[in-house]
């Protein structure tokens, strides 16, 4: 008889689609993209995680927009473990969910918490630190997140302060910090003993649902609700009555933060170190990047084309599939041509692209989003 798996990989994939624009749209969403290769970001993600646990332990919590694509792209997994929220309620809710689902099938079941659309340079570096983890969060009350050593004064991550070292190779949660401005970031990279939060974490269905009992009492019970009519008649008309009262709060608010604050001997949080060549693509510079650390173009410009031409010209990414580029006398662009739009930015002002989107709302060009 085939040994039962007890770690289950939820990966979270809802969102609206924004950093991406125009290539992503509300149905279309980032994870849903191949940015880098031919599979998509999601099916990246369940290919380097399938070793570890088979698709039967597969969750995937998204939304109704893009939950008929994700079938689509995840034909092993369970269609009844794609999960799609009524409602938006951030990343505490979304797992707590799973903890308590998890928890009636299987007592001894360690949770992996995976964003859909970060790209792994390493996975075989990237399941040889999961398994450390996974054997920490499986051998008590602990909570473990994966951080990654900065390279750069970043301020668009959360950090993790870590202190003593622990068993495993882990190190003790001093205190996490939302995204700091610069002069702290700095601060931080040159301490040595900060991480970037790569939102990754691990522990055990009972470690979450006990701290979400603690911390979220309210919503925890609404979930412990939604888990009860799970596989019977009821639990769709459950799900969409119960579930948009839960809490809007990040895991990180709900339970990391205040778990923290008790110290690191009572918190019971760890930073496992990781280096397997992370990067959470969070913007079109973002992407453009690590394109060019990969395949190194000439003078770094990224041209996604059917052919190209640069002159005087470096740093720019243009995606315009089916059309010849040239690129002549500029630098620093990202330009992204699609059936119905063309988005032309500077690179260090790519993270502005979802105000395009709010804009597009604004005006109901519905089409566009």
Known sequence: MAKKSHFYPVILAGGRGTRFWPLSRKRRAKQLLALDGKQTMIQQTVARLLPLAPAKCFWVITNNDLRPAMLRQLRKIPPLQIVAEPAGRNTAPAIGLAAFLLLRENPDAVLGLFPSDHVIAQPHQFRATLKKGIALAAAGENIIVLGIKPTRPETGYGYIEAGENA???????????????????????????????????????????????????????????????????????????????????????????????????????????????????????????????????????????????????????VYAPGKFVAVVGVSNLVVVETEDALLITALDQSQDVGKVVKYLDEKKLNKLV
């Not at 003993?193 to 009492?217: C, I, K, Q, V």
């Not at 973002?286 to 740093?315: D, I, T, Y």
């Open 167 to 317: 068993a495993g190779g882990a190190q003790r949660v001093r205190r996490f910090t939302e995204k700091p401005d610069a002069a702290r970031a700095r601060q931080f990279v040159e301490a040595g003993n900060y991480f970037w939060n790569s939102g990754m974490f691990l522990w055990r269905a009972d470690t979450l649902a006990n701290a979400l009992l603690e911390h979220l009492p309210k919503t925890a019970a609404i979930l412990e609700k939604i888990a009860a009519d799970y596989g019977t008649r009821k639990f769709a008309a459950t799900f969409r009555k119960l579930y948009p009262k839960c809490e809007n709060i990040s895991v990180d608010y709900a339970v990391l933060e205040p778990r923290s604050a008790r110290g690191e001997e009572q918190s019971r949080i760890f930073c496992l170190p990781a280096n397997f060549g992370w990067n959470d693509l969070g913007s079109w510079a973002a992407l453009h990047e690590h394109q060019v650390a990969k395949s190194n173009p000439a003078n770094g410009n990224k041209l996604s084309a059917s052919g190209s031409f640069a002159l005087n010209g470096k740093n720019n990414y």
